[in-house]
Nanobody
Framework: QRQLVESGGGLVQPGGSLRLSCAASGFGISTYAISWYRQAPGKEREFVAA????????NYADSVKGRFTISRDNAKNTVYLQMNSLKPEDTAVYYC?????????????????WGQGTQVTVSS
């Protein structure tokens, strides 16, 4: 069964850091572009960050640029999202998603697989 599993979420104080992981099973991610999305309560899901197959190109939402870093380790079949200087408005369920056909990272219907999400709460 092909699936993505996120981990690393939790409760953190404003200004703190978390590292999310997205582990693939049942398939290799080396030919997939991977993105992170998030959905806050009462809001639509939004793009956070994306990384190409090789990791040579990354893209970020303006709201996280300079604070979040996406990276990948194809040997470990895992993608990471390092989140620093966290703010209360970063509170959301974070999802990773994989697509093989393109790097149109803002088009959700392009993604082949989605994870189940991990909760991130930023609060004092």
């Amino acid at each position: 069964q092909r699936q993505l599993v996120e981990s690393g979420g939790g409760l953190v104080q404003p200004g703190g850091s978390l590292r999310l992981s997205c582990a693939a099973s049942g398939f290799g991610i080396s030919t997939y572009a991977i993105s992170w999305y998030r959905q806050a309560p009462g809001k639509e899901r939004e793009f956070v960050a994306a990384i190409t197959w090789s990791g040579g190109i990354t893209n970020y939402a303006d709201s996280v640029k300079g604070r979040f870093t996406i990276s990948r380790d194809n040997a470990k079949n895992t993608v990471y999202l390092q989140m620093n200087s966290l703010k209360p408005e970063d509170t959301a369920v974070y999802y990773c998603a994989a697509q093989s056909a393109s790097y149109n990272y803002r088009i959700e219907k392009n993604y082949d697989y989605w994870g189940q999400g991990t909760q991130v709460t930023v609060s004092s």
